[in-house]
């Protein structure tokens, strides 16, 4: 294993510690416990909106803490739920006083976890609600997940519902556009690789030369289906149809898109993906009305990359469009 | 060879095509001559900018053309120099009337295509300049290079000369900003894996499982040693101690720092390493003013890191933070 870390076992702190070095206008970084919060965090009478998960997935999610999107982010070590302890305290940390939302992707520990620090939270009289994102297609069960995983559509979620919260919108509106971005997305995933767990030291899953996995999980988790490897037009395609057919997308829809790499695949072809996929939806009469290509839900050094769609009405937009400035997305400002 | 495209002959294509797809609203991309330039060119009474070089670094340069960085961008096959006309073209279309600067890579196709399209403008009466980055510390001559090859800071000059121009300094004034970037900045970058280039389907150079190429260039040119893998804590020591040594920077000094990967380098260990990197700095008493983490100027999919520091005064870092909007950089906008 070739990595630029130190002790394996300290990837993720000192990972944290480089990102609140780099962003200190942002955000910092709070270690006992482990998160990510917003450098003016809590802001007086805006709903705060917390998301985690174990890390490994960079920039998701203390890449999207700061105005416009999440106030705090709890990140656990590699691949591994962070703690309830973790999530209260972050809760804590950015209760304004109109609430919190947790936005919580749908790994089995990640929801028991957000699940405890809710009922801590609340029983201390701070008002939680949560949203469960779990919006890939590519399998119904899965080794750390009963139901679908979440996937892609989390970003969508936390910058729409951090837009939502800075308007000034309250703790049931915030959580209500939430749920409906996730009924309104899809994602699947491929890789052409497998990644490496800095504390394992090898590669998560064998993949024959020739091979790829298809809807693969963030963590390695097997997809739908090992295939031998095709021509990207053919991949992109397949992930499409597979994306479009389930919600379903339809003609007349307009999407927020995003091409997001698994960590080790190159911009030159997430752009070329970006293209496929733009000309595949313009040939079922779906526009994309926004787009996101580049690094933003990744599985560590693994190659391949996942798409992600939403459909978008003119309020969905209008929130996408609101400032935001986070290490990882920042416009408007 | 496992990448997401489809013939390796169209990947700079089919990737441009994309790249065009998703910023629409930003620049365009001509395909006869190829070259990527702003959607607004040419801005009358502005300065033009234009860079260029062969495709694989992305999001260098086609990902810097926007408002506030380059006017256009001449992308050449996958580490190949563009031609003499793709930046005639290019210098064309973004001539608003007071002159075109060119910001070359110093690698010997690209200066020599440069000189012969700038000779080419002139003869038209289109006034040039040309600024060559030369900031690698890692070697003096190279594979592809008389004296030492452009990296990093190729990023930072396209910035503040867009600045620049941008508040409508003359060429003159512009040019000399770039020399003073080039002249104030250092870079050197390592290799934990070679890069697969898609024509030629497999890795351009030998790694073994323990080492690393240390100083290596984008192309995976040779470095200044091949040595065994380390922690990164004493790789990134290594690098900025190079770098440092060179110019040298001096306790007291301001920086722009850049972490940049090469490609296939995941998030989570580049904010480990701009950790380590500022750690350093600061027991040397220089000041990171302003930073860059993430894939800036890369190398396909390789595996790997490269430093870049520009000394700054107040002048540099106002045209760093005057507002930028391009696909890969964005702020103020």
């Not at 490994?56 to 106030?71: A, I, K, N, R, S």
């Not at 969508?156 to 951090?162: L, N, P, W």
Request: hydrophobic share 45%; proline share 5%.
């Amino acid at each position: 294993m070739k990595k630029l870390i130190n002790d394996p076992q300290d990837v993720m702190r000192e990972s944290l510690a480089g990102l609140a070095a780099a962003h200190a206008d942002i955000l910092k970084v709070s270690f006992d416990p482990v998160y990510v919060v917003r450098a003016d965090a809590p802001v007086a009478g805006k709903v705060g909106i917390v998301s985690g998960g174990g890390s490994g997935h960079e920039p998701l999610h203390g890449g999207f803490v700061g105005q416009g999107m999440l106030d705090a982010a709890c990140p656990g070590q590699v691949f591994t739920s962070p703690s309830p302890d973790q999530m209260e305290a972050a809760t804590s940390a950015v209760d304004g006083g109109a609430g919190v939302l947790h936005i919580v992707k749908n790994y089995t520990g990640d929801v028991l976890n957000f699940e405890m620090a809710a009922e801590l939270c609340q029983a201390r009289g701070v008002q939680v609600e949560s949203v469960v994102i779990n919006d890939d297609v590519a399998v119904q069960d899965s080794l750390y997940t009963a139901g679908r995983r979440g996937l892609g559509v989390t970003v969508m979620a936390e910058k729409i519902c951090g837009a939502a919260a800075a308007r000034g919108y309250d703790l049931g509106r915030v959580a209500g556009l939430g749920r409906r971005v996730n009924e309104s997305g899809r994602s699947m995933g491929m890789a052409l690789t497998s990644c490496t767990v800095p504390a394992a030291g090898k590669p998560t899953f064998e993949l024959g030369e020739g091979d790829i996995e298809m809807g693969v999980g963030i963590h390695g988790e097997p997809g739908r289906t090992r295939m031998p490897h095709r021509p990207g037009k053919e991949l992109v395609a397949h992930l499409a149809e597979a994306i479009v057919a389930d919600l379903p997308f339809r003609g007349g829809d307009r999407v927020i898109a995003m091409v997001s790499g698994m960590g080790g695949t190159p911009l030159i072809e997430l752009y070329l993906v970006y293209g496929e996929l733009e000309q595949i939806l313009r040939g079922r009469q779906i526009a994309v009305a926004r787009r996101l290509v580049g690094n933003y839900i990744t599985s560590l050094d693994m190659a391949g990359c996942a798409i992600t769609l939403v459909q978008a009405d003119d309020e969905l937009l209008s929130l996408w469009d609101d400032p935001v400035l986070t290490p990882a997305l920042r416009w408007g400002m």
